[in-house]
């Protein structure tokens, strides 16, 4: 499996952007992505995940009604768009896969760079 995450940048307080996260190696129709970020200093916390087959949807706090998962199965590429950024929203993002069994992300993306300046 691999996971190949792009969209990152900088971007104002108040701005948008959209994050892909490029699946390929299997289908996955049987597991969750999702995303999660990394602050400078910090730990890696969950962001959202999205079912892969069903569409359900679950978002840590902080970003529900500003963040939105979403996926196309044909393109087999899940997406983050993110509205109404914050400077605590800079991180690097990374996107994850888990079996919809289990509770542990097994397969991981490479991050990619979030900055917003205030």
């Known amino acids: 499996v691999q996971l190949q995450a792009s969209g990152g940048g900088l971007v104002q307080a108040g701005g948008s952007l959209r994050l892909s996260c490029a699946a390929s190696g299997r289908t996955f129709t049987n597991y969750y992505m999702g995303w999660f970020r990394q602050a400078p200093g910090k730990e890696r916390k969950f962001v959202a995940a999205?079912?892969?087959?069903?569409?359900?949807?679950n978002y840590e706090d902080s970003v529900r009604g500003r963040f939105t998962v979403s996926r196309d199965k044909a393109k087999k590429t899940v997406y983050l768009q993110m509205n109404s950024l914050k400077p605590e929203d800079t991180a690097v993002y990374y996107c994850?896969?888990?079996?919809?069994?289990?509770?542990?992300?097994?397969?991981w993306g490479q991050g990619t760079q979030v900055t917003v300046s205030s």
């Open positions: 999205i079912d892969w087959s069903g569409g359900t949807t």
């Open positions: 994850a896969a888990r079996l919809r069994s289990e509770y542990k992300y097994v397969y």
